[in-house]
T-cell receptor, first 109, second 116 residues
Framework: LAKTTQPISMDSYEGQEVNITCSHN???????ITWYQQFPSQGPRFIIQ???TKVTNEVASLFIPADRKSSTLSLPRVSLSDTAVYYC??????????FGTGTRLQVFP | KAGVTQTPRYLIKTRGQQVTLSCSPI?????VSWYQQTPGQGLQFLFE???????NKGNFPGRFSGRQFSNSRSEMNVSTLELGDSALYLC???????????????FGPGTRLLVL
């Protein structure tokens, strides 16, 4: 079961790009990397998922190096509404998905 | 498509009582997972149901149980409530079209349970 390590918290200002890196040294060959966003008192919301290289959608990009032992979630030009906790997960349901402590992102005006 | 729905959204119970929470997954999704979230322990996996069978279980006591119906709707039950059971209980569904990696879970808004 791959364990993930993320920074506890990050601060940013509106309009900046934010990069959150997650370490997952024991990632298995079949594991995907998934990021979720959670606002207080709400369920986590899927942001992006990838297996290797780069994945981009309308809200974020996910960069995965060749060795897949880490991944970086990139949020372009954050706004106040991006203030939330971001979780990095590795694996699938069969691995009993484990949410770590996540990264608390605070965006300032 | 409608998202995952959970009922009730808020609940207050007293110690020793039992509670049943309900979750309706996204239409077509066959897997339902339950999580408990508390400030101290974070998000913890309770169990997962697929085709009316419990497929995975987390490290919670037997007071926590669940079931899934033929329409994929799921219920979670907690018996003999303790103060420490106060938490946000989240339900998540996924298509479970394959048994491999890559399944994305879609979470409901949660049920906030307060045990007095």
């Amino acid at each position: 079961l791959a364990k993930t390590t993320q920074p506890i918290s990050m601060d940013s200002y509106e309009g900046q790009e934010v990069n959150i890196t997650c370490s997952h040294n024991n990632i298995a060959t079949n594991d995907y990397i998934t990021w979720y966003q959670q606002f207080p008192s709400q369920g986590p919301r899927f942001i992006i998922q990838g297996y290797k290289t780069k994945v981009t959608n309308e809200v974020a990009s996910l960069f995965i190096p060749a060795d897949r032992k880490s991944s970086t979630l990139s949020l372009p030009r954050v706004s106040l509404s991006d203030t939330a906790v971001y979780y990095c997960l590795v694996g699938d349901i069969a691995d009993k998905l484990i949410f770590g402590t996540g990264t608390r992102l605070q965006v300032f005006p | 498509k409608a998202g995952v729905t959970q009922t009730p959204r808020y609940l207050i119970k007293t110690r020793g009582q039992q509670v049943t929470l309900s979750c309706s997954p996204i239409s077509g999704h066959r897997s339902v997972s339950w999580y408990q979230q508390t400030p101290g322990q974070g998000l913890q996996f309770l169990f997962e149901y697929f085709s009316e069978t419990q497929r995975n279980k987390g490290n919670f006591p037997g007071r926590f149980s669940g079931r899934q119906f033929s329409n994929s709707r799921s219920e979670m039950n907690v018996s003999t409530l303790e103060l420490g059971d106060s938490a946000l209980y989240l339900c998540a569904s996924s298509p479970a079209s394959t048994s491999g990696s890559g399944e994305t879970q879609y979470f409901g808004p949660g049920t906030r349970l307060l045990v007095l």
